[in-house]
């Protein structure tokens, strides 16, 4: 059984190597597929959006219009939804982006440096109050910035039925189809893949040099926890450090001797 083992942890090995290899260049292949800007996603959301203007809500206590930015975290591809008060506070933020953007703030207080530089730098007049709101405001739903490669954002004004200004929308969304479900399934899949092969590679090494240093009376725990730690280097480290056994092929465990191959 031993020797049996013996022989199939190297296989292993290999196959755990040559499985995370894989699936970690499918993962790269999709990432770059998942920033591709493929056009499809922007028009469901510009529609949704568009749905919402047309409610021309009274004021935020709307409850149809709560609902209904509420409900865009529903449509396609959307990920998070922020809600601009008529004086630039914000008042909601859901998402899996929101938590940079603390409720209570002003869209130019979680604005960057660099837009509020950007709009000083304008002459005085050229950008209209509701404008300059708008410019604060998708910085602001911007702020967290490690998804930026991946989402897009839009930001939409929100009028009464008197075209009095009542509210600033945004959202950010996916660029790329390929993140929706069921295709971002793939990714979990071929990521537990990556890790089960990593995981199988990673155990066969110390399994195999425990095994063989315990047939030459070594060190067994000690080489194999050295193993576990310092993986392939270790490894080539047991292997010149070993000693030989007489009368036997110094390789795999479980292997015969050419003299007791006769």
């Known amino acids: 059984m031993l020797n049996r083992l013996g022989r199939v942890l190297p296989s292993l090995a290999v196959v755990g190597a040559v499985t995370a290899a894989v699936c970690l260049v499918l993962l790269s292949y999709l990432r770059q597929m998942a920033l591709v800007d ?7 959301v510009e529609a949704a959006l568009s749905r919402l203007q047309n409610l021309q809500p009274a004021s935020l206590e709307d409850t149809a219009f709560s609902q209904a930015v509420e409900n865009l975290l529903q449509t396609p591809y959307v990920a998070t939804v922020w809600l601009f008060s008529p004086d630039g506070h914000l008042v909601f933020a859901k998402g899996s982006t929101s938590s940079s953007t603390l409720t209570g703030k002003t869209a130019e207080e979680l604005s960057s440096e660099d837009t509020r530089r950007v ?3 304008l002459p005085k007049g050229a950008l209209i109050s509701e404008q300059r709101a708008w410019l604060l405001a998708a910085s602001a739903i911007r702020r967290e910035g490690e998804h930026n490669d991946i989402y897009r954002h839009l930001v939409i004004p929100v009028w009464t039925a008197d075209d009095s200004g009542m509210a600033i929308v945004g959202v950010a969304y996916e660029i790329s189809q390929s993140l929706d479900l069921p295709i971002r399934l ?3 899949i071929i990521l537990f893949g990556a890790l089960g092969g990593l995981l199988l590679y990673w155990m066969s090494l110390p399994l195999w040099v425990f095994q063989a240093a315990r047939e030459r009376g070594e060190h067994a725990w000690a080489w194999a926890i050295f193993v576990f730690f310092g993986n392939l280097v270790a490894l080539v480290a047991y292997l010149l450090a070993r000693k030989p056994q007489p009368g036997t092929r110094d390789s795999i465990p479980g292997t015969s001797s050419p003299e ?3």
């Open 38 to 44: 493929t056009g499809a996603t922007r028009p469901v």
């Open 119 to 121: 709009i000083d730098a």
């Open 186 to 188: 793939h990714w979990v």
């Open 260 to 262: 007791q191959l006769h």
